[in-house]
């Protein structure tokens, strides 16, 4: 079954720092791999994604993601943290082996982005 | 394009009550998905659709009904409200059914409570 984790409730890092949310993975067949963010009272926002290719993706805002197979991980990471870059944040899984296209989410990482 | 729309933005009912949360697309998506978010737990998935006249059963679909008339519109029907339902709604839509590397856009939301 497909599972993603996001193994921190929170993460805090102050402006001008890099930061970097964590995600780990579990699929069958071949991963494809999303972010999203969703800011205060309102939806999410795609932010990037892994389909194959280079393992460091470059996505919206600055933030970039790594995708590393043998550790089934896709953190996201940005060089400089932002105050505004505060948000809730969602990993997602597809899983390339079935049929309908359905996305499985994390359960979501705060960032606090502190002046 | 107007996206995902969803309506209404904010819903207050009482036990028992049935309702319809809107969602419609303008971008001519074959894939349209309905899902809850709870507070630590992520987005589940309720319902979804690949096309016109099909549904299929998500994660959490107990309590919801959908159907998909149209491509533009899938809405979702709370038979009789409990107040475990009150969430968020998030209606999402991509360019096609089975589209793993297609991204998911996500209308605003409809926040529900059920007293």
Redesign the interface.
Known sequence: AQSVAQPE?QVNVAEGNPLTVKCTYSVSGNP?L?W?VQYPN?????LL?Y?TGDNLVKGSYGFEAEFNKSQTSFHLKKPSALVSDSALY?CAV???S???????????TTLQVKP | NAGVTQTPKFQVLKTGQSMTLQCAQDMNHEYMSWYRQDPGMGLRLIHYSVGAGITDQGEVPNGYNVSRSTTEDFPLRLLSAAPSQTSVYFCASSYRAGGHTDTQYFGPGTRLTVL
Do not use: P, S
Request: hydrophobic residues 30%; positive net charge.
């Open positions: 409730d494809y999303f999203y309102r939806g999410l926002q795609f994604k389909i969602f597809r899983d390339g079935g049929n309908t296209g359905k996305l499985i989410f994390g359960q979501g």
